[in-house]
């Protein structure tokens, strides 16, 4: 791709004979992080991608992402970030994003993008999807000062979708299913804000990598069914025989949904006048709660923990015990991040300390529902 850099207009103050141009101001977006609350893999697609199931689940830390753009005679596109490890050209996801959204709305830009990251870099928490989509939102800002209507929302999804996985969860927020390759997205009812506690060890995990583990974990358990299934006398009788194909990857997709179903679509049952529920009591429940108790997982723990097994030994200090036992614990994506949730403050303040203790950096913050989400999107800070 060929970058052409576009001097901007000068800013021309109080000069007798000119005009006064307004100095604009850049949009600066909170770029939210996630979690995943279960997520089963399925076998890999003709396309290369595995088919999943998971729910996303956004938390309240965050990157800061600015955006100045303004229309040009050339599209020019620049991103600056505060660590170095975060790259800086077209394969960012921000640029992928701002470039496809311009080619969409036939505009060309001036756009200058900057990414305040405070967020770990390959730690499964989404970052990179969420710094896009708050880039094509705040540049969506910008162009609307210059009279340019955003693009429609099922547009910005579908864009959202061609630059990554994870991408699309973002446009949405709070509670969001995800099946497909996670790219297709529904929002689910919102569970309450929950006390957070991230784990951030100094490891990388790279997701391709945690796949292709995966991929060779489930040919080694068909290699070893079939080979068990040849030791065993013909009794004659097929039903015998279960086969691979009831033990598939993809069946592990059918049993997720279905508890997500479960958990999230809880009804609040009828009360009489005294207010008491004709079921003899108040039946709503925390889908977080009902959730756990299906024994949601991650899959990309069965072959992480393998390749790090420090990950699984900080996942069992977030769990605790006793009365300050953690809710739930797990690997957020394929890691290295791990979260815990603690239904008190005073048990994410024993898990922060008990991982500092430990020497792992961690970071407290809460589940952010879908109208916090967006209510907390504009930010200077």
């Known amino acids: 791709m060929t970058i052409t850099l576009v001097s901007p207009e000068p800013l021309v103050k109080g000069l007798p004979g000119f005009p006064r141009k307004i100095e604009p101001v850049p949009t600066t977006l909170r770029s939210f992080s996630k979690i995943n609350l279960g997520l089963a893999i399925g076998p890999a697609r003709a396309d290369g991608f595995h088919s999943l199931t998971t729910c996303y689940q956004t938390l309240a830390a965050h990157d800061l992402v600015t955006v100045e753009a303004a229309p040009a005679r050339q599209t020019a596109l620049e991103i600056t970030c505060t660590d170095a490890r975060v790259p800086c050209d077209a394969s960012n996801t921000a640029w992928k994003i701002v470039d496809l959204a311009l080619r969409s709305l036939n505009v060309a830009a001036q756009v200058h993008i900057h990414i305040d990251k405070r967020l770990p870099v390959q730690g499964g928490l989404g970052a990179g999807s969420a710094n896009a989509v708050a880039a094509l939102l705040a540049l969506e800002s910008e162009l609307a000062g210059h009279g340019i209507a955003p693009l429609p929302g099922p547009e910005k999804l579908r864009i959202a979708a061609f630059v990554g996985s994870d991408v699309p969860l973002f446009l949405i927020g709070g509670a969001v299913l995800g099946v497909g390759r996670g790219e297709e997205v529904y929002p689910l009812p919102d569970i309450p804000p929950t006390e957070c506690v991230l784990a951030l060890p100094d490891v990388g995990v ?16 068909i290699s070893d069914q079939r080979s068990e299934e040849a030791r065993r006398p013909a009794s004659g009788d097929s039903s015998e ?11 592990k997709l059918i049993p997720l949904s279905r508890a997500l179903a479960s958990a999230f679509c809880r009804s609040r049952p009828a009360a009489h006048s005294s207010g008491v529920s004709a079921l003899g009591g108040d039946q ?4 977080l709660l009902a959730l756990v108790r299906t024994g949601m997982e991650n899959d990309f723990e069965e072959v992480v923990f393998r390749q790090h097994p420090s990950l699984g030994t900080i996942k069992r200090t977030l769990a605790g015990s006793g009365t300050l036992e ?4 797990a690997l957020s994506g394929s890691g290295s991040a791990l979260f815990g949730l603690y239904g008190t403050a005073e048990a994410a303040e024993a898990a922060e300390a008990r991982l500092t203790q430990s020497g792992i950096r961690s970071l407290w913050t809460q589940t952010l529902p879908r109208d916090e989400y967006w209510k907390q999107l ?3 800070r």
């Open 378 to 380: 504009a930010a200077s």
């Open 206 to 221: 790279s997701t391709p990598q945690a796949f292709s583990d995966w991929d060779g974990l489930q040919r080694s358990a």
């Open 284 to 287: 709503l429940e925390n889908p």
């Open 241 to 251: 025989t279960t086969g691979w194909t009831a033990q598939s990857p993809s069946g």
């Open 326 to 329: 953690a809710i739930c614990a």
